[in-house]
């Protein structure tokens, strides 16, 4: 499967390699409510120019949007350590009431967000 993480007018990336081994895996990881947005090509590009224009003091890259309500996931762009925070970013709260939560890096939201998948089945 395709995925298009690359980010239009903005130097490159270092994403973590947990998140590229996640997203390469064939069929797809099943996280809903949430669901990866590099798999369909220019959502990447659209949430990063949203929540540039948003939140313009914030350098983030989006990844991964919650199906309930319009919490985005991102990688925090300004660590270029290779294993950055995840901010869970609120898209359109007014500036400064943005931020939801955070992950200290990848492995963490996605051990929350395999969690959160399976309470939300549980409920179906």
């Given at each position: 499967m395709?995925f298009?993480?690359?980010?239009e007018?903005r130097?490159?990336?270092?994403?973590?390699?947990?998140?590229?081994?996640t997203?390469?895996?064939?069929?797809?990881?099943?996280i809903e409510?949430?669901w990866?947005?590099?798999?369909?090509?220019?959502?990447?590009?659209?949430?990063?120019?949203?929540?540039?224009?948003?939140?313009?003091k914030?350098?983030?890259?989006p990844f991964?949007?919650?199906?309930?309500?319009?919490d985005i996931?991102?990688f925090?762009?300004d660590?270029?350590?290779?294993n950055p925070?995840?901010?869970?970013?609120?898209?359109y709260a007014?500036e400064?009431?943005?931020h939801?939560?955070?992950?200290?890096n990848f492995?963490e939201?996605?051990?929350k967000?395999i969690?959160?998948?399976?309470e939300?089945?549980?409920?179906?």
């Open positions: 395709s298009f993480i690359k980010i007018n130097q490159d990336f270092t994403y973590p390699k947990e998140f590229i081994n997203i390469s895996i064939t069929p797809p990881i099943d409510p949430w990866f947005i590099v798999f369909e090509e220019g959502d990447v590009n659209s949430w990063y120019d949203t929540l540039k224009k948003l939140y313009p914030r350098e983030l890259i991964a949007k919650f199906n309930a309500n319009d996931a991102c925090d762009g660590d270029n350590s290779g925070k995840v901010l869970i970013i609120h898209a007014s400064g009431w943005e939801h939560g955070s992950y200290n492995s939201w996605l051990t967000a969690k959160t998948h399976q939300w089945e549980e409920e179906d």
